[in-house]
C-alpha cells in the first residue's frame, strides 16, 4: 500500500479530468477512430457528462485494486455520518510499508479530517477509524461495503477490507471503478477534499499536515504542524 499510496487519487483524478477534457473538445473525441494506447491491463475512458463510453480495454476485467478500495470507505462515510462527527480512534498495528496519518489510540477526529487523510495520502489508519465508527467493526463494515457495492450495480466488485490490503476476495473493474468514482464526484464535499494537493487536519491531538508521497512511501503520511 505504501508505493500505491497515491493511486486512489490519481483515478479520481484522471476521471475528473476526462470530463472537463471532452466538455471542451467533444468534436476531437468524436473525430478520433482509433483508442488511446494506455499502458494498463484494463481501462475505460468515459464522458462524465453523459456516461458515454469512448473508448475501453477489457473494463470488466475483475483486477486487484489496492488502495482505490478506500473509494467506497469514503462512499459509505459520507453516506452515514455527518462531516462534522468526531470518531475514536481505535488500535491499529500497520506494517511497515503502510501509509498512515500516525493515528493515536483515543484521539478523536472529524469525519471529514479522516476521509482528507483517507484520500490525499491514503491513510490506513484513517479508513480503518472510519470503518469501525461506522459499523462498529472491520468485519460488519465490509458487510457494509459489499451490500453498497450490489445497491450500486458494482457486478464485477467485492471487498474484503476498508483499506486495499491485497487479498483475493478485494478486487473490482475499471467500469465499476469509474462508476463509483462518478457517483462520488456528484458530491461537492468529495470534490472538494480530492482537488486539494495537500490539506491540514485541524481535528485530533495534534494538527497534522498532509505530506507528499516520498514521504509517506518512508512510512508516515501526515506530518505535525509546528
Known amino acids: 500500500p ?3 499510496a497515491a493511486l486512489i487519487r490519481r483515478f479520481v483524478a484522471v476521471v475528473a479530468t476526462l470530463a472537463v477534457l471532452f466538455a471542451a473538445a467533444p468534436a476531437a473525441a468524436q473525430k478520433q477512430q482509433e483508442g488511446p494506447k494506455v499502458d494498463a491491463a484494463a481501462w475505460l475512458l468515459i464522458d462524465l ?3 458515454h463510453r469512448l473508448a475501453a480495454h477489457k473494463p470488466s476485467s475483475q483486477r486487484s485494486i489496492a488502495s482505490t478500495t478506500k473509494l467506497m470507505t469514503a462512499y459509505l462515510a459520507m453516506r452515514d455520518l455527518s462531516m462534522k462527527e468526531k470518531l475514536k480512534v481505535p488500535a491499529y ?3 511497515p510499508a503502510e501509509s498512515v496519518a500516525g493515528l493515536t489510540k483515543g484521539e478523536k477526529l472529524t469525519v471529514h479530517d479522516l ?6 495520502p491514503s491513510a490506513n489508519d484513517a479508513a480503518f477509524t472510519v470503518a469501525v465508527g461506522v459499523a462498529g467493526s472491520e468485519g460488519a463494515f465490509v458487510g457494509e461495503m459489499n451490500h453498497a457495492a450490489k445497491d450500486l450495480g458494482l457486478d464485477d466488485t467485492s471487498y474484503s477490507n476498508p483499506i486495499g490490503l491485497d487479498d483475493v476476495g478485494n478486487y ?3 467500469e465499476d ?11 461537492k464535499r468529495f470534490r472538494h477534499i480530492v482537488s486539494e ?6 481535528s485530533g491531538s495534534m494538527p497534522r499536515r498532509s505530506c507528499p508521497m516520498p514521504e509517506s512511501r518512508r512510512g508516515r503520511s501526515c506530518r505535525p504542524v509546528g
Not at 471503478?177 to 458530491?187: G, I, K, N, Q, T
Open 2 to 4: 505504501g508505493a500505491e
Open 49 to 51: 457528462r453523459d456516461g
Open 93 to 95: 498495528s500497520p506494517a
Open 115 to 120: 476521509i482528507t487523510a483517507m484520500m490525499l
Open 172 to 174: 473490482s473493474s475499471a
Open 177 to 187: 471503478l469509474a462508476s463509483l468514482s462518478s457517483v462520488l464526484l456528484e458530491d
Open 197 to 202: 494537493p495537500e490539506a491540514t487536519l485541524k
